[in-house]
Structure formats: C-alpha cells, structure tokens
C-alpha cells in the first residue's frame, strides 16, 4: 500500500468511528454536552466536531475508551 491508500484507510475508519460515537451517544439518551462532561472535556464543542469530522477533529483511544465506558458499549463497537 501507498502513503495515499494508508491515508484514506485512517481516515475512513475515523469517520467509522465518529458515526458510531454520535449513534450510540444518542441511543442510550446522552446530549454531546452531557458526553463530554461525563468523560472529562470542559464542554461539548470538541465532542461535536469529533462526531461530525469538522477540520479533521477526531476521537483518540483515551477518548473511546472513556465513551465507551460512561455508555457501557465494548469499545470494538466503534469501529464496526
């Protein structure tokens, strides 16, 4: 594989990622503020992007295993 495919491959699996974040967030009721609160981060404007992409904001492994922790959903789900 090239750089060029390695690139597209992270970015698609973030995108995986931060639909299934925002999908389970919203299943088990939880606003991004709340979320964010829940996890530690000051307010929900990061959580937000991150869900959307917005200027490539994305989740960190610290972030997932915290999200998946407050909403009680194995952390391979994500990425599913």
């Known amino acids: 594989m ?3 495919e390695l690139e ?3 970015e ?3 995108d995986i990622v ?3 974040v925002a999908k389970y967030r919203k299943e ?3 606003s991004q503020m709340q979320l964010a609160l829940e996890i530690g981060m000051s307010g929900g404007a990061y ?3 991150a869900e959307i992409r917005k200027d490539g904001h ?3 492994i610290k972030h997932l295993a915290k999200i998946s922790k407050v909403l009680n959903v194995d ?3 994500f990425f599913k």
């Open 2 to 4: 090239n750089t060029s």
């Open 8 to 10: 597209d491959f992270s």
């Open 12 to 14: 698609e699996i973030l």
């Open 18 to 20: 931060s639909k299934n």
């Open 28 to 30: 088990k009721g939880y």
């Open 47 to 49: 959580l937000g992007r």
């Open 58 to 60: 994305h989740f960190n």
């Open 75 to 77: 952390i391979c789900n």
